[in-house]
């Protein structure tokens, strides 16, 4: 089971969680994923990625985050013992998305609310100091111009790393590597 977790203001409606959702359809394997819409509280995403894994427990499950979806995703991961596919992942959001406290916008649903302190508190939180290196893929580009892809190299040395000189934040990359991420799923030999 892959379970999509995408980034801070967006959606399953974003361009990579559906690139995905078609890729895992086409080979017939659409049955094996779940993309929750996450709320802008960690507490509620959080909650929301276990709301939607329950039915699916005991099945092996992979977690696929982008940026801030990669944090939660590391989080989950660890937490449950399963594997987890990072795709420009946010490292620390306590502290990087500090700059943005105020009103927000999904860039999907439209939906409105204020990134407050409480955000912040929430994301130190659920950060996870120690990781377990052999559970992870991290997929990064050299040229994104949110995320500094050093920190998360840093951060994630020991697991199997993908660099891909230039690109951004989007990760123009992805469709090239959705054959690597599915065999890390465990849904492809």
Known sequence: MIVYLHGFNSSPQSHKAQLLERYLQALGLGAHYLCPALPPLASGAIAEAERIMQPHRGASICFVGSSLGGFYATYLAERHGAKAVLLNPAIDPHVGLRAYLGPQRNLH?????????????????????????????????????????????????????????????????????????????????
């Open 109 to 189: 649903t439209g939906a409105s609310y204020e990134l407050s302190e409480a955000h912040l508190r929430e994301w130190r939180s659920f950060y996870t100091e120690h990781i377990t290196p052999q559970r992870y893929l991290l997929l990064v580009e050299t040229g994104d111009e949110v995320l500094d892809y050093r920190n998360a190299v840093a951060r994630y040395a020991g697991a199997e790393q993908v660099v891909t000189q230039g690109g951004d934040h989007s990760l123009q990359s992805f469709a090239e590597y959705l054959p690597r991420i599915v065999r890390f799923a465990g849904l492809l030999r």
